[in-house]
Nanobody
Framework: QVQLVESGGGLVQPGGSLRLSCAASGSIIRIYAMGWYRQAPGKQRELVANIPFRGTTDYADSVKGRFTISRDEANNTLYLQMSSLKPEDTAVYYC???????????????WGQGTQVTVSS
């Protein structure tokens, strides 16, 4: 069984910073692309940033220059460093991973349970 567990969310003032983490655990053979998505109240879930197994990272235009995605492949952990936060960044942030789990011969997509980020004064 595979689990993605996010942490690091919370309340922060505009202009502040937060670092989100996502730990993948379970019978994982290999993780391919990983990413962060977010969903604000009344809005659709949107891609924030994506990092492939090999290749360049990709960011939503709204977070370019402010957020940095990274991953620790040895520990199956994904990070999102968020700086210069704005009220419009308020959302539930979800971790996503495409991976092959034990007993499977193909890539499945997994999601974390989400962590709330609130930017407010």
């Amino acid at each position: 069984q595979v689990q993605l567990v996010e942490s690091g969310g919370g309340l922060v003032q505009p202009g502040g910073s937060l670092r989100l983490s996502c730990a993948a655990s379970g019978s994982i053979i290999r993780i391919y692309a990983m990413g962060w998505y977010r969903q604000a109240p009344g809005k659709q879930r949107e891609l924030v940033a994506n990092i492939p197994f090999r290749g360049t990272t990709d960011y939503a235009d709204s977070v370019k220059g402010r957020f940095t995605i990274s991953r620790d492949e040895a520990n199956n952990t994904l990070y999102l460093q968020m700086s210069s936060l704005k009220p419009e960044d308020t959302a539930v942030y979800y971790c996503n991973a495409g991976l092959i789990a034990s007993g499977y011969a193909y890539v499945n997509e997994y999601w974390g349970q989400g962590t709330q980020v609130t930017v407010s004064s």
